[in-house]
């Protein structure tokens, strides 16, 4: 099985365990990942003014650069380029008089019109993988860790470019439990840890943050994971509740190396958690 994969800025940089894991996941899984040759950031943020069709040449153009690889499907990993990658795929296939100006505008590139699908890894594990196969492959389950699943705000919204309906997490947790940990789901599953405040004000994503954190604490889970860097950041060092990335537990679960997850770019507290728990060497 091979796959087209979009990485995306942060995967190459802070969030290199979000991209390391599950990469050295999908080569345990059996499935072979051809990055794009050539791609560009996505915009990070879908911007919803409507004659400011600049921004969506970012995303398209990766767009553009899976349709020249000759994939059909284009898989993603970070939260905020799943959701901006689909929602610029979504207006160049229901909005022709947009489509044909973005097209006209990058006339040195081939013509678009949405013919490959974005994917986000969790549908593309669970739907051409599946859980099964995942179970199989298992050998160094996370036991006896209580895990809560955390969307964020873009991995649902909106609703035609969600990854599952809104207010159901069935695929993060059906991944955990795959992987052997106790999936704990909590009210602040869905809600916004803060996401850029922090850089526009001292303390912006600390509340926000917390409030994640505590609702996750106090619904008896012991650390959140989740597919987001900011969202990673945030909970992690604003929200003060051990933080992983989903593709890290998968790895190890898979047998990748403590190394190969890059767990030093986690929380102290985090690296504890996995230690104590016997996840992780001492």
């Given at each position: 099985?091979?796959?087209?994969?979009?990485?995306?800025?942060?995967?190459?940089?802070?969030?290199?365990?979000?991209?390391?894991?599950?990469?050295?996941?999908?080569?345990?899984?059996?499935?072979?990942?051809?990055?794009?040759?050539?791609?560009?950031?996505?915009?990070?943020?879908?911007?919803?003014?409507?004659?400011?069709?600049?921004?969506?040449?970012?995303?398209?153009?990766?767009?553009?650069?899976?349709?020249?690889?000759?994939?059909?499907?284009?898989?993603?990993?970070?939260?905020?380029?799943?959701?901006?990658?689909?929602?610029?795929?979504?207006?160049?296939?229901?909005?022709k008089v947009k489509c044909a100006t973005i097209n006209r505008f990058m006339d040195e590139e081939i013509d678009y019109f949405g013919e490959v699908e974005v994917v986000h890894y969790l549908n593309f594990v669970k739907d051409d993988v599946g859980w099964d196969k995942v179970r199989e492959m298992v050998v160094a389950p996370v036991e006896n860790l209580r895990i809560a699943p955390y969307y964020g705000c873009t991995l649902q919204r909106p609703a035609d470019v969600g990854i599952e309906p809104f207010g159901s997490f069935e695929i993060m947790g059906g991944l955990l439990e795959a992987i052997g940990a106790e999936v704990t789901e909590f009210d602040a599953a869905d809600k916004c840890c803060g996401s850029y405040q922090l850089l526009t004000?001292?303390?912006?994503?600390?509340?926000?943050?917390?409030?994640?954190?505590?609702?996750?604490?106090?619904?008896?889970?012991?650390?959140?994971?989740?597919?987001?860097?900011l969202c990673e950041y945030n909970l992690g060092r604003q929200g003060g509740v051990p933080t992983y990335y989903f593709t890290q537990l998968l790895a190890v679960a898979l047998g990748v190396s403590e190394e190969e997850c890059h767990f030093q770019l986690n929380t102290p507290a985090s690296v504890d958690l996995l230690k104590e728990k016997g996840c992780l060497l001492v």
């Amino acid at each position: 099985m091979k796959i087209s994969y979009y990485p995306g800025c942060t995967l190459k940089t802070k969030a290199r365990n979000l991209d390391v894991a599950a990469l050295a996941s999908l080569e345990k899984l059996g499935v072979e990942v051809r990055e794009l040759d050539r791609w560009n950031c996505c915009g990070a943020v879908f911007s919803l003014t409507n004659d400011d069709l600049i921004h969506m040449i970012g995303p398209v153009r990766n767009l553009v650069r899976a349709k020249e690889q000759g994939a059909d499907k284009l898989v993603t990993l970070c939260s905020m380029c799943y959701n901006t990658l689909a929602r610029a795929n979504q207006l160049i296939r229901n909005d022709k008089v947009k489509c044909a100006t973005i097209n006209r505008f990058m006339d040195e590139e081939i013509d678009y019109f949405g013919e490959v699908e974005v994917v986000h890894y969790l549908n593309f594990v669970k739907d051409d993988v599946g859980w099964d196969k995942v179970r199989e492959m298992v050998v160094a389950p996370v036991e006896n860790l209580r895990i809560a699943p955390y969307y964020g705000c873009t991995l649902q919204r909106p609703a035609d470019v969600g990854i599952e309906p809104f207010g159901s997490f069935e695929i993060m947790g059906g991944l955990l439990e795959a992987i052997g940990a106790e999936v704990t789901e909590f009210d602040a599953a869905d809600k916004c840890c803060g996401s850029y405040q922090l850089l526009t004000s001292e303390g912006g994503a600390e509340r926000p943050s917390a409030v994640v954190a505590d609702s996750a604490i106090r619904a008896g889970a012991e650390a959140v994971v989740t597919s987001c860097p900011l969202c990673e950041y945030n909970l992690g060092r604003q929200g003060g509740v051990p933080t992983y990335y989903f593709t890290q537990l998968l790895a190890v679960a898979l047998g990748v190396s403590e190394e190969e997850c890059h767990f030093q770019l986690n929380t102290p507290a985090s690296v504890d958690l996995l230690k104590e728990k016997g996840c992780l060497l001492v």
